[in-house]
């Protein structure tokens, strides 16, 4: 059985911590798409991790770890993640894998995400400035230099071209002639021979791996809301967040991909610009900030905050066909003296079902909402469904109701162990 977890709303859904309570019933983890832009917190074995990009099953001995095409990745961060996990004596030698055709992040890359967003302004989308954008736009745009190029570093190489080309362009533009390619290609040369043991033909490596009957958890980074095609663009990441992507980013067919489990908090949050149909201004909003500690893990950024978007989770669920989802932070709710839950929006005294693909239309959207009843008791910590308060169940089930899809999995806290897997759903037959 091979899974894939995805985030169904603007990311931060704590896929994080879902994908590592599912890693032990799978063989192998892997990442099909983004940068070290994403921020996975794992609590594990006592300590904090926040993984950017590498794999969070990476911190389970004897899981297989792959990074795909799909992913843009910078030598240094890769580096520094493993180091790091090293240092907690976490053995990353031999599990680790990334494929040939990933596409590199490059020191250029970075000056380059600083420059774009300066030049927005006030239309700042609100990235990471880790170079992440800048690298997608230079492989499709056919100048992009993958790991496998690495192999031949010699300064006739098609890899010295390009870097060279790419640094005499980033000069221009930025109007600094300070960073040398050579400076930039002897990097890369130093890069190849950490990176070199690690690289592989992905799709080759998986599909060896489903003969021999391994299963592969397939993990998502960001959210559907923020994908490339079906986000709220141009507010959005740079690549597939949703399905499709997990096939292109890792070269596997659709039919390797048994199940699709959405990962889903029990409010709404994001990072940066572009519409939130039921953000929560003022002091609501800053409590379930509070609450959730609604902070970046990459940047520390605040997230703007508001409660669950059904139109929103629907619009992820159709897209990507999610068959259960996997509901976080219902603890966060805990202090919260009402709560609503959004079922629709309305627009110019129409009542909206589909999430509307028009930014200006998406903005001019008034969330309908439904006020359930808060707790009676907090559920913080709670692990059988039957113990969470008759309220939060009736939440549960009204979300499920509208949003149309089944509750599988409950968190109702950090720890690993904080989680409601709930009898007779898909998740019960993946052996958690
Ligand atoms: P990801 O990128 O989707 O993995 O999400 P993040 O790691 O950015 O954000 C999730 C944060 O919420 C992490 O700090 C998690 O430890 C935390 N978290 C995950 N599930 C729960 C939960 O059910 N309750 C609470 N209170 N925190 C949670």
Sequence with gaps: MNLAVLGAQWGDEGKGKIVDLLTPSFSIVARSQGGHNAGHTV????????????????????ISCVIGNGVVVDPVALFEEVETLQGHGIDVEG?????????????????LDLLSEA??????????????????????????????????GSPESPLAQAIRENVAARNRLIGDSTLRWETVLDELRAA?????????????????????????????AQGALLDIDHGTYPFVTSSNSTIGGVCTGLGVGPRAIDAVLGVAKAYTTRVGGGPLPSELPGDAGDRLRESGQEFGASTGRPRRCGWYDAVAVRYAARINGIDALALTKLDVLDTMPEIRLCTAYRRNGERITEFPADLAQLAACEPEYETVRSWSSPTAGVRRYADLPVEARDYIARLEAVTGVPVAIVSTGSDRDDTIVREGSIAASWGV
């Design 43 to 62: 609590y594990a074995a006592g300590n904090k991790f926040v993984l950017h990009l590498l794999p969070s099953g990476i911190l389970h001995a004897g």
């Design 192 to 220: 190849w021979k950490r990176l070199r043991p690690m690289v592989t033909d992905v799709s080759v490596y998986l599909d060896q791996a489903r003969r021999d009957g391994r299963s592969i958890l397939f993990e998502g």
């Design 95 to 111: 599990r680790l894998l990334v494929s040939d055709k990933a596409h590199l992040i490059l020191p250029y890359h970075r000056d």
């Design 119 to 152: 030049r927005r302004g006030e239309r700042k989308i609100g990235t990471t400035s880790r170079g992440i954008g800048p690298a997608y736009e230079d492989k499709i745009g056919r100048r992009g230099v993958r790991v496998g190029d690495l192999a031949d």
